[in-house]
T-cell receptor, first 116, second 115 residues
Framework: AQSVTQLGSHVSVSEGALVLLRCNYSSSVPPYLFWYVQYPNQGLQLLLKYTSAATLVKGINGFEAEFKKSETSFHLTKPSAHMSDAAEYFCAVSDRRDTGRRALTFGSGTRLQVQP | ETGVTQTPRHLVMGMTNKKSLKCEQHLGHNAMYWYKQSAKKPLELMFVYNFKEQTENNSVPSRFSPECPNSSHLFLHLHTLQPEDSALYLC??????????????FGEGSWLTVV
């Protein structure tokens, strides 16, 4: 079964600093990969997704992620953190070989704190 | 109006009560999902419906009973719940097509507290 591992349940950065949230997947075949964000008391919102076109994927709010097959990684980055980026971020995967299954499998999440 | 609407947003129920969570999607999708989000645990997929047919049930206890009368509406009927069932229940939808990679859109969730 597909799975993703998010390293670091909590990440704290200063406002203006680089944001790096890590996600590694386990699969011999590159899956579809997603990053979602959850603000307090809200549902999940899609930031970006990788479906095999460009390996560098740009998303909303200045975030981007790079698919690296050799490292089985899909890390999320943002050059300069803003206070409004404080939220929980989830990496998710779906198996491109299993076209009958639509659901995503989520990582355990990383809570991003932005210090002023 | 948001794409996926959940009601109620907050629910407190006793262990002997029967209640239901409702979800409606306005995106024209044909697949709907229930996820459970507990503190300190990953999001857990509970049920999947494709074209109103249940295609996945991830060993969910029978005290949770889903219902999908059409591709726009999804219910989660709750009865004789336990305190450990207290969580945020998230409804989601997507357009099921070939090849996967379809974005799943979430509602804002229903906070359930079992007392």
């Amino acid at each position: 079964a597909q799975s993703v591992t998010q390293l670091g349940s909590h990440v704290s950065v200063s406002e203006g600093a680089l944001v790096l949230l890590r996600c590694n997947y386990s699969s011999s075949v590159p899956p579809y990969l997603f990053w979602y964000v959850q603000y307090p008391n809200q549902g999940l919102q899609l930031l970006l997704k990788y479906t095999s076109a460009a390996t560098l994927v740009k998303g909303i709010n200045g975030f981007e992620a790079e698919f690296k097959k050799s490292e089985t990684s899909f890390h999320l980055t943002k050059p300069s953190a803003h206070m409004s980026d404080a939220a929980e971020y989830f990496c998710a995967v779906s198996d491109r070989r299993d076209t009958g299954r639509r659901a995503l499998t989520f990582g355990s999440g990383t809570r991003l704190q932005v210090q002023p | 109006e948001t794409g996926v609407t959940q009601t109620p947003r907050h629910l407190v129920m006793g262990m002997t009560n029967k209640k239901s969570l409702k979800c409606e999607q306005h995106l024209g999708h044909n697949a709907m999902y229930w996820y459970k989000q507990s503190a300190k645990k990953p999001l857990e997929l509970m049920f999947v419906y494709n074209f109103k047919e249940q295609t996945e049930n991830n060993s969910v206890p029978s005290r949770f009973s889903p219902e999908c009368p059409n591709s726009s509406h999804l219910f989660l009927h709750l009865h004789t719940l336990q305190p450990e069932d207290s969580a945020l229940y998230l409804c989601a939808s997507s357009q099921a097509g070939t090849g996967g990679g379809n974005t799943i859109y979430f509602g804002e969730g229903s906070w359930l507290t079992v007392v």
